[in-house]
């Protein structure tokens, strides 16, 4: 079992970045591949980037890609998303997921654990 607590959310002007953290507590943290998901309001959660247990590779939703970096640092049992270029479209809650098995997953029911969520507000 692992909790997962995000932080780094705020209100931006567009065109600013980011950087979320979400850190891992309880069980190895390098065992799990991790995700992170946005939800906004009246909508789904919506896949936006994972990375496996080692971080040697990464994966990205197409709406991301090239604005949004992820990463971890598994001696801090830490994973990040880093977002620059931000836009108003991008205003949601984002989560963190951790899986504990296999690699990684692009849909919500594939991953066992969910941090509470941090608010990203970007203003046009």
């Known amino acids: 079992q692992v909790q997962l607590v995000e932080s780094g959310g705020g209100l931006v002007q567009a065109g600013g970045s980011l950087r979320l953290s979400c850190v891992g507590s309880g069980r190895a943290f390098s065992s799990f591949a991790m995700g992170w998901f946005r939800q906004a309001p009246g909508k789904g959660r919506q896949f936006v980037a994972a990375i496996t247990q080692s971080g040697s590779r990464t994966f990205y939703a197409d709406s991301v890609k090239g604005r949004f970096t992820i990463s971890r640092d598994n001696t801090k049992s830490t994973v990040y998303l880093q977002i620059d270029g931000l836009k108003p479209e991008d205003t949601a809650v984002y989560y963190c997921?951790?899986?504990?098995?296999?690699?990684?997953?692009?849909?919500?029911?594939?991953?066992?654990?969910w941090g509470q969520g941090t608010q990203v507000t970007v203003s046009s």
């Open positions: 997921a951790a899986r504990s098995w296999g690699t990684i997953a692009y849909v919500p029911d594939d991953y066992n654990y």
